[in-house]
Structures are given as structure tokens and as C-alpha cells.
């Protein structure tokens, strides 16, 4: 009897050992799965789309390669893409152009030749006082005077301010007019006399007093 109840213990030992090993594995098994799950989250959440070069680049020069809307849509996709009229200055009228990535600091205007199949680019331009888009020389919307004319290799003309074409050059001379750039400059203070449709030099002392910097910048497709 006393070895019958020895057995009996024995069996009930092991069964709630072995109750009790599958209850781990159980546990162990549904804690490796809710990993499982949240290691997949994890990755999904960190994937982020493809970018093409010129995203990730930032280089305005990268977008000259693409000849019409059609090819800016494939390139970036519908959602980063969009048109808009935009008027010319003084009224002097104005063409349908390529918005791309509309209301962000990465907003870049595409301007087109034959406005009616939107092909053969013109230019781009940027204008956001955030962009992060740069010429392939550096030049972008904050970029100073002094490294105007640094990289230029030469001082340069700009319009005075306060009217429609404010403070626009195009770099007719020196290094920056070999890449097709133009710019729309503006002063960091309104002390200063230069206003209006005459003609002031980047080594002006008045321009250094003032501050002038980058407000917009166009690159002109040169091919």
C-alpha cells in the first residue's frame, strides 16, 4: 500500500511537472510570437519609401534632366506633384507651371516651354526661406553677397528694391553665369538707399551694410 501511494505521488509529481513544463512553453512560445509581432511593427514603421536621387541630393541641377511633367510625376509621384498658373511680373503674362512638392520648404517651381504639354524645361526655382535645395556650387535661398561674388570669382549687378523685378540679377558675368543662374535678392534691413529700377554693384559698401542674401534662386536648363 505504502509503495502504491509512493508510485501514486510519483505519477501526480510528474504530471504537474510536465502540466507545468507545457504551460511554460506555451508562455514561452506566445512571448516569442508577441516579439515576433513587434520586431515586424518596428521594421514596418521604420521603412520609409525610395526617394529618387534628386530627393535625396537636394541638388537643383538634378532636375534638369527630366522634360516634362509627365516624366516629374513618374520621378516623384502624383502626391508630390501639382500646377499652378503663375503670373508674371508687372502683369507681363505668365505660364502654367510644375509645382513640386507644394507648401513645403522643398517646394521647387518648374517652368516649361510648350505650356500645353508641359515639356521642354525652361527652369526651376525655389523660393522657401527653408529649402534645402542648393545649386551644384552651393548657391541656395540664404546664400550671402559676399559668397555670391566668392563663388561668382567677381562682383555682379542687381536691381534695387521695392517693386516687381526687387532686386534681380542674372549673374552676366563670372563663374555663376556659366551655370545659368539668376537670383531675386533682398536686404536684412530697409536702411539703405538702394531702391527702385537703378543698378547697384555686389561690392557696394551700402549692399554689405544691408545684408543682402538670396530670396529666390532660378537655374535655367542651358542645353
Known sequence: MKQLLTIAAIALLMTACGEEKKEMEEKETKTTEQEADKTEETEEESEEPSTPKALETKVLDDLLVYD???????????????????????GMGGSE????????KDEVWISWMNDTTKSDLIAVEIRHPESTWKSKSGVGVGTTLEELEKLNGKPFTFLGFGWDFSGMTAFSE???????????????TDDHEMWGDGEYSSDDEAARKAGVKVAWLTLGNMD
Do not use: W, Y
Not at 516634362?68 to 511680373?89: N, Q
Open 68 to 90: 516634362s511633367h509627365a516624366e516629374i510625376v513618374e520621378a516623384f509621384g502624383e502626391e508630390s506633384v501639382s500646377t499652378k498658373f503663375i503670373s508674371g511680373p508687372e
Open 97 to 104: 507651371n510644375t509645382i513640386l512638392f507644394e507648401g513645403t
Open 174 to 188: 563670372g563663374e555663376l553665369a556659366k551655370q545659368g543662374l539668376g537670383a531675386s535678392l533682398e536686404a536684412s
